[in-house]
Nanobody
Framework: QVQLVESGGGLVQAGGSLRLSCAAS????????MGWYRQATGKSRELVAQ???????NYADFVKGRFTISRDSAKNTVYLQMNSLKPEDTAVYYC??????????WGQGTQVTVSS
């Protein structure tokens, strides 16, 4: 099992930036894949970006060129740098980690609000 703690959410104006962090503790095997998802009010949770232990990344089309996922393996931490934020990026952002991400563990979520 792995425990995940997110931080870095907040309120920002459109065009601004935020950096989310997710610190993992527990089973290192469970951090092979780490990712960020988001869920806006009234919508389903969706994948934003994911990164493997060897640094391979995958992004949703709606964030390509604006968001960057990275990880510090020594700290068991994954980051999401969000630039050029839009009001439609407003959501609760969740960290997820697992040997297979689809079956991984979730963090508690952090609210990101982008004002127009």
């Amino acid at each position: 099992q792995v425990q995940l703690v997110e931080s870095g959410g907040g309120l920002v104006q459109a065009g601004g930036s935020l950096r989310l962090s997710c610190a993992a503790s527990g089973s290192i095997l469970s951090t092979k894949f780490m990712g960020w998802y988001r869920q806006a009010t009234g919508k389903s949770r969706e994948l934003v970006a994911q990164i493997s232990s060897d640094g391979n990344t995958n992004y949703a089309d709606f964030v390509k060129g604006r968001f960057t996922i990275s990880r510090d393996s020594a700290k068991n931490t994954v980051y999401l740098q969000m630039n050029s934020l839009k009001p439609e990026d407003t959501a609760v952002y969740y960290c997820k980690s697992g040997l297979i991400l689809a079956f991984g563990s979730w963090g508690q979520g952090t609210q990101v609000t982008v004002s127009s």
